[in-house]
């Protein structure tokens, strides 16, 4: 207990209260009693320079506002006071009676008439001296100020000078008892105040501890608006940082042990793909060499059907082209053998770009494609490998868009993320195959896959593609059909004061 702060800080308080104290005993003490004395010099002296202002303007103190002024004089001071012209008769007198006359006369005729004492010169000025005196009579400490006037006159101002001492002895005891008295209530109230700041320290330090042990589940509940709320909130922040840094890097070796596992599988998969592409080969591969033996061997001599044979030899061969150009790009970018060129560009002009290669294509099969961006919008990819998106989404679109032939193309933009969306009207995907949708090689509808060329590469492509960048895609089931989707980031400058 006693190392805690607030014992110290009780002591500390205490400490200073008594050091204060004393220091106020010790001045009243050595002190005191001189500056009383000082005081004393200083009223009996600015007596004597009224009463000089006075004479100056009236030599025989006959006006009435001068005996009101030096009556008001006098009695703020505390002073006896008589005047005396050049023939020694008094003009003024203030409480004197028959004591400062017979000083006086002492004074000038240098008699004793048995009223004064001993006297000591304390201070001699321009025209006065201040001596000290006691009253024999009453042993009264006394100031007595002599002072004579340009016009022959004299006066003398007495200033009653108390024993100060004893005053000052009483004074220390009971500033003795009252400060003894207020380091006791101090004390009690310090103890009690400082107990609202130790205790939310004392939370802290405990939070801390459990820091220490990595238990992130205590919290600074307290209310303080001052330092020490400001240190809980810290702390509390930290503990959120630390939790989630820990949190991170649990789940970063979660993924390393994963990506261990992925290497182990690497070869399965490579088997796997393998058995898929020969697959994939199988047919076109059997129909290209079935019409190229019919050829060889003259089964028909119809042009037409010469003609047809020789058709479905270069669709076929197109379709094997396109797959394996497909599977190249799909192993570059599974495999990192592909770079993402990370550049700034504007993706509606990429947008544009890809619509208007798909004219014909879209125009031999009756859809229109919508899409309408008068302003630019610029985002950080790789631009060749977010047309190639672009360019599976509609392709994709065209091929499975039903008899209404719509094809909508939405820019979204929303906290600095733009979201490009391809819809199509047509028949919903299967729920149970949505997910399924981005594997190589997974088709739908084989029949139809098989009928327009594709060889389900496509969006495992995108799915590659939009990995690499770390963004966002998917694709959504609509009422009347599919929208296919994916995110960039957006650079324009209004989406960043936007935010």
């Not at 009695?75 to 006071?81: A, D, L, Q």
């Not at 700034?344 to 208007?356: A, D, E, K, P």
């Not at 819809?423 to 084989?446: A, H, M, Q, R, S």
């Amino acid at each position: 207990m006693r190392k805690s702060i607030r014992y110290k800080m009780a002591a500390l308080i205490i400490t200073i209260m008594t050091v204060s104290m004393a220091s106020v005993v010790i001045y009243s003490s050595l002190f005191m009693e001189r500056y009383y004395s000082s005081t004393k010099q200083v009223s009996i002296k600015n007596v004597y320079y009224n009463l000089r202002d006075i004479i100056k303007n009236d030599s025989n103190i006959t006006n009435t506002f001068s005996v009101d002024k030096l009556n008001r004089v006098c009695e703020t001071s505390g002073v006896t006071m008589i005047v005396v012209n050049e023939n020694g008769n008094a003009i003024y007198e203030y409480g004197a009676g028959q004591k400062l006359t017979d000083i006086w006369r002492d004074m000038i005729f240098g008699r004793s008439t048995g009223q004064g004492g001993e006297t000591v010169l304390i201070e001699s000025g321009e025209g006065y001296q201040i001596h000290s005196t006691v009253d024999k009579s009453s042993t009264d400490k006394y100031y007595e100020l002599f002072s004579t006037f340009d016009n022959g006159g004299s006066a003398i101002v007495r200033m009653s000078v108390e024993s100060f001492k004893e005053s000052i002895s009483i004074s220390n005891n009971f500033y003795l008892w009252i400060g003894v008295i207020a380091i006791i209530i101090a004390t009690i109230v310090i103890l009690i105040v400082t107990s609202k700041y130790t205790r939310p320290l004392l939370q802290l330090a405990d939070i801390s501890k459990k820091m220490s042990e990595l238990d992130f589940d205590a919290r600074y509940t307290g209310h303080h608006n001052d330092e020490l709320g400001i240190l809980g909130n810290s702390m509390n922040d930290m503990s959120e940082k630390l939790e989630k840094a820990i949190s991170e890097l649990k789940s970063a070796n979660i993924e390393l042990q994963k990506d261990i596992e992925k290497k182990e599988e690497v070869d399965e998969m490579r088997k796997e793909f393998i058995s898929n592409v020969s697959h994939e080969l199988k047919t076109p591969i059997a129909l290209i060499q079935g019409y190229a033996e019919g050829l060889q061997e003259g089964i028909t001599e119809n042009p037409e059907d010469m003609q047809y044979y020789c058709d479905v030899i270069m669709d076929e061969a197109n379709k094997m082209n396109k797959m394996v150009k497909s599977l190249l790009t799909l192993n570059q970018l599974e495999f990192g053998d592909s770079h993402v060129n990370m550049e700034r560009f504007n993706l509606i002009s990429v947008i544009y770009g890809v619509i208007s290669s798909m004219k014909l294509q879209a125009k031999q099969k009756g859809v229109e494609i919508q899409f309408a961006c008068d302003e630019e919008v610029f985002v950080w990819a790789d631009e060749f490998q977010i047309e190639e998106v672009i360019t599976n989404y509609l392709s994709n679109a065209l091929n499975h868009v039903d008899e209404n032939k719509i094809i909508k193309v939405e820019i979204i933009r929303k906290n600095g993320i733009v979201r490009v969306a391809v819809f199509n009207t047509g028949e919903n995907i299967p729920t149970e195959d949505l997910d399924n949708i981005w594997i190589k090689f997974y088709k739908v509808d084989k029949a139809r896959t098989r009928a327009y060329g594709g060889n389900g590469i496509g969006l495992s492509i995108v799915k590659a593609i939009m990995d690499r960048h770390n963004k966002a895609y998917g694709v959504i089931n609509k009422e009347n059909g599919v929208e296919f989707w994916f995110e960039l980031d957006c650079n324009n400058l209004e989406e960043r004061q936007s935010e």
